[in-house]
């Protein structure tokens, strides 16, 4: 009898000492730790394309619990395969919809926004997904006005654009033929605000270049 209280004595003190790595472990281990800003990007542009077409704008304030996580794995890996061997991948993707469903907004991207609103196809590529090519891109804040989205691809291929503000609202929404492998497409925008890009390629396609240009008086 006494041995055994020793024992358990003996476990205690272990589990006292254990205690605060075993709660550091259950800390990093959440759902709203990020393994590194990189495969971030990829996720959110995941997201934002293959998830967002029925997870977008889904705002309930609900987080979903760590054991729906488990039961939403399956469903995770149906509509992106690339992420069935990639634990990672799955946790962001629940961690992003959570974020949306909680702030009710984009998840941030670790991606500078160029000041002159002119995206290289090397930045790009960083954003688009593989092997789709689904582009996200956010674009940062807009004032009201005349602007024209300007791409430039490696093919004549058939393209489906969206222009969103931060608030989930599509200023763009076109399917689009472009001519000599590129697309000018006028946009009119009277919220200012924060504004994010995305395109769906009939086939995998390489955008070499975006631009968001302000329409000058002159093109009237
Ligand atoms: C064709 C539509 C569709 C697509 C695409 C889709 N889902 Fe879902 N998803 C649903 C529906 C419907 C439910 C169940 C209702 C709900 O909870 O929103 C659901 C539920 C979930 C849940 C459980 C939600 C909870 O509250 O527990 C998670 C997590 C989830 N989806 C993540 C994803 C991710 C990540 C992707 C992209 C890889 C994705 N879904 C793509 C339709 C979709």
Request: charged residues 25%; hydrophobic residues 40%; proline residues 6%.
């Given at each position: 009898?006494?041995?055994?209280?020793?024992?358990?004595?003996?476990?205690?003190?272990?589990?006292?000492?254990?205690?605060?790595?075993?709660?550091?472990?259950?800390?990093?281990?959440?759902?709203?730790?990020?393994?590194?800003?990189?495969?971030?990007?990829?996720?959110?542009?995941?997201?934002?394309t293959?998830?967002?077409?029925?997870?977008?704008?889904?705002?309930?304030?609900?987080?979903?619990f760590?054991?729906?996580?488990?039961?939403?794995?399956?469903?995770?890996i149906?509509?992106?395969?690339?992420?069935?061997?990639?634990?990672?991948?799955?946790?962001?993707?629940?961690?992003?919809?959570?974020?949306?469903?909680?702030?009710?907004?984009?998840?941030?991207?670790?991606?500078?926004?160029p000041?002159?609103?002119?995206?290289?196809?090397?930045?790009?590529?960083?954003?688009s997904?593989?092997?789709?090519?689904?582009?996200?891109?956010?674009?940062?804040?807009?004032?009201?006005?005349?602007?024209?989205?300007?791409?430039?691809?490696?093919?004549?291929?058939?393209?489906?654009?969206?222009?969103?503000?931060?608030?989930?609202?599509?200023?763009?929404?076109?399917?689009?033929?472009?001519?000599?492998?590129?697309?000018?497409?006028?946009?009119?925008?009277?919220?200012p605000?924060?504004?994010?890009?995305?395109?769906?390629?009939?086939?995998?396609v390489?955008?070499?270049?975006?631009?968001?240009?302000?329409?000058?008086?002159?093109?009237?």
């Amino acid at each position: 009898m006494s041995s055994n209280r020793l024992k358990e004595g003996v476990m205690m003190k272990y589990f006292e000492r254990w205690l605060p790595v075993i709660g550091l472990l259950v800390l990093f281990s959440g759902p709203v730790q990020a393994e590194s800003a990189v495969p971030f990007t990829e996720s959110v542009v995941i997201f934002n394309t293959v998830c967002a077409k029925c997870h977008e704008a889904e705002c309930s304030g609900r987080l979903s619990f760590d054991d729906c996580y488990e039961v939403s794995r399956n469903h995770i890996i149906r509509h992106y395969g690339a992420a069935a061997d990639k634990l990672w991948l799955q946790r962001e993707l629940y961690s992003i919809l959570n974020y949306t469903k909680e702030q009710c907004a984009y998840y941030p991207m670790d991606m500078a926004i160029p000041a002159t609103k002119v995206w290289s196809g090397e930045v790009l590529q960083r954003m688009s997904t593989i092997p789709k090519r689904n582009y996200f891109v956010p674009v940062g804040i807009l004032a009201p006005g005349q602007f024209r989205i300007e791409l430039e691809m490696d093919e004549n291929v058939r393209v489906t654009v969206h222009l969103m503000s931060e608030k989930f609202d599509m200023v763009v929404e076109d399917c689009l033929e472009p001519t000599e492998k590129s697309l000018h497409i006028p946009v009119t925008i009277t919220e200012p605000g924060d504004y994010y890009f995305r395109l769906y390629p009939r086939r995998p396609v390489r955008i070499n270049r975006l631009a968001i240009v302000e329409d000058g008086e002159a093109d009237h």
